[in-house]
Each structure stands twice: as structure tokens, then as C-alpha cells.
């Protein structure tokens, strides 16, 4: 059932009482939501870790782009190390599970000069929507999890969120879809960082906080995680900024996401 996002109107009795010569508080209006534009570049011919090997930018020019669901079945997923090996072994924590073909909220071309603009729908019903939960790992058992939490809390657990990614459809002479995001990764001084930004949408203002750290013991290793997720989600659509911080060997991990004003991406392909 869709939200109601309708401005209020007056019951009648408000409307009579409008003639008496006492004083009458009226409620406030709801504001009525406002239609908000994403707008950036794609660079098709970059991916996170460097050039690609089967496109270059000019790929991406005349092509759709479009903004997909992409809500996972599970909000939960395992951490990952490199190689595709769990790092916590089955552990989970709280993290977006990424899969291409969801439903199509928005579309638009990209132009000339690999630029886009597009305009975000303004509300979506439940069936498009998640409530939101902070997952921890499970403490105890065979690795001997133990967490330290300094903040765990959702200010409306009613709230309804969704979660995005955006594709490029088959175009001139490419036959494919390709999936695109504005993510990066870097590394020095043996540690390995990974960013993103994603559009996330909620059906009304609240906020999450999961902060604190999770210790366990895997393949005879002490292995840490720091979570430092504090998000202030407003109604309708918002630009959130993740990030992973790993060292060189995974024995620590600091997983942060925040609210990032920036509305300018830069999608970079997958390949």
C-alpha cells in the first residue's frame, strides 16, 4: 500500500470552528514531496581496479541508463576477503548485496559527453521497500565472537528504505548490459580501501547508527571488525558513502557509511 504523501486537508469541523471569534489551531500541511535529479558522468572505460580491457568511454554515449531496485532478499551478507574467501567465516554483517535485473525506476540517455541527468521518482509503494535492522555477527560459537557495541539503534523501525544501482542497457554496437556504479578502490601502506556512493531511498526522515567492534578468531588469526555506520536518512532520495578500510592481510576491517551531499557521480563499468 502506497504511503500517504498527500498534503492534509481540513477536517469540516476545523472548517466551522473558523467562525467562532476564539482562537483556531489549524495542523500543519504535510509538505508534498518534490521530484529530485541525480546528474554525473559515466566513464565506461574505467573500472575500479584500472582500465578496462573491453570498453572504452565513448561506449556509454547513446546508450539508456537506468536505475534498477536493487533490494537484497537478505539484508544481511557474508564479509568477503580477497579470492572470494569468507573472511569471518559465515559470519555476517550489514551490507548491501549487490544483483543486476531489478525493477526499473528510472531511466535516461547519456549524452555526448558521457554526462546524464535524471529525475527520481518521487515515492515507491512497499513492495519496492525494506524495513531496516542492524545485523551483527553472531557472538559465541566456534570462533568466539565477541562485539563491543557503542551504538545500535534505528529511530523509526517502521521506516521503509530501497536500494539501488544503476545499469547500462545494450546500445549501437554493444549487445550487452553492463552494470555501473560510482565506486573506487585504492591502497598504500598495506591497506586496502574501497568506496562507493549509492542512492537509497526511505518513505520518511530516519536515522541509523551501528557502531562498535566485533573481534573473532579465524584459522588461528584474531581477526577485527569496526563498524562506524551513522546515517541520517532524510524522506525520498539520498546519496550515501560507504567504505571498507582492510589491512594487507584482512586481520582488521572498518566498515563507515554516512550521508555524502554530493549529487555529481561518476559511474565506472564493471569490466
Known amino acids: 500500500m502506497k504511503k500517504r504523501l498527500l498534503m492534509l486537508s481540513l477536517p469540516v469541523s476545523l472548517v466551522l470552528a473558523a467562525c467562532d471569534f476564539g482562537t483556531t489551531t489549524y495542523p500543519s500541511p504535510v509538505p508534498v514531496p518534490q521530484?529530485?535529479?541525480?546528474?554525473g558522468t559515466v566513464r565506461l572505460g574505467t573500472t575500479v581496479s584500472g582500465p578496462s580491457?573491453?570498453?572504452?568511454?565513448?561506449?556509454?554515449?547513446?546508450?539508456?541508463?537506468n536505475l534498477r531496485?536493487?533490494?537484497p532478499s537478505d539484508v544481511t551478507v557474508q564479509a568477503l576477503a580477497?579470492?572470494?574467501?569468507?573472511?569471518?567465516?559465515?559470519?555476517?554483517?550489514?551490507?548491501?548485496?549487490?544483483g543486476i535485473g531489478g525493477t526499473v525506476l528510472a531511466n535516461t540517455t547519456v549524452?555526448?559527453?558521457?554526462?546524464?541527468?535524471?529525475?527520481?521518482?518521487?515515492?515507491?509503494?512497499?513492495?519496492?521497500?525494506?524495513?531496516m535492522t542492524?545485523?551483527?555477527?553472531?557472538?559465541?560459537g566456534e570462533n568466539r565472537v565477541t562485539c563491543n557495541r557503542t551504538a545500535d539503534t534505528v529511530s523509526d523501525p517502521q521506516a521503509r528504505l530501497a536500494a539501488s544501482e544503476f545499469t547500462l542497457e545494450a546500445g549501437g554496437s554493444i549487445d550487452h548490459q553492463d552494470d555501473v556504479a560510482d565506486i573506487a578502490q585504492t591502497g598504500d601502506a598495506g591497506v586496502d580501501v574501497q568506496t562507493g556512493?549509492?542512492?537509497?531511498?526511505?518513505?520518511?526522515?530516519?536515522?541509523?547508527a551501528m557502531a562498535g567492534t566485533c573481534?573473532?578468531?579465524?584459522?588461528?588469526?584474531?581477526?577485527?571488525?569496526?563498524?562506524?555506520?551513522?546515517?541520517?536518512?532524510?524522506?525520498?532520495?539520498?546519496?550515501?558513502?560507504?567504505?571498507?578500510?582492510?589491512?594487507?592481510?584482512y586481520s582488521t576491517m572498518t566498515v563507515a557509511a554516512r550521508v555524502d551531499a554530493n549529487w555529481n557521480l561518476t559511474l565506472v563499468g564493471a569490466e
Open 35 to 39: 521530484a529530485q535529479t541525480v546528474s
Open 53 to 65: 580491457s573491453v570498453h572504452t568511454d565513448a561506449d556509454a554515449v547513446g546508450r539508456t541508463l
Open 69 to 71: 531496485l536493487n533490494n
Open 82 to 98: 580477497k579470492g572470494g574467501q569468507p573472511m569471518f567465516a559465515g559470519r555476517t554483517v550489514k551490507a548491501q548485496a549487490i
Open 111 to 131: 549524452q555526448a559527453d558521457r554526462t546524464f541527468s535524471m529525475t527520481l521518482p518521487v515515492t515507491l509503494t512497499d513492495a519496492q521497500t525494506f524495513t
Open 134 to 140: 542492524n545485523e551483527w555477527p553472531s557472538e559465541g
Open 197 to 208: 556512493r549509492f542512492l537509497y531511498y526511505a518513505d520518511r526522515d530516519v536515522t541509523y
Open 215 to 249: 573481534t573473532m578468531y579465524v584459522n588461528q588469526m584474531t581477526r577485527t571488525l569496526t563498524f562506524d555506520q551513522r546515517v541520517n536518512l532524510k524522506r525520498g532520495w539520498n546519496v550515501v558513502s560507504s567504505s571498507i578500510r582492510s589491512s594487507a592481510d
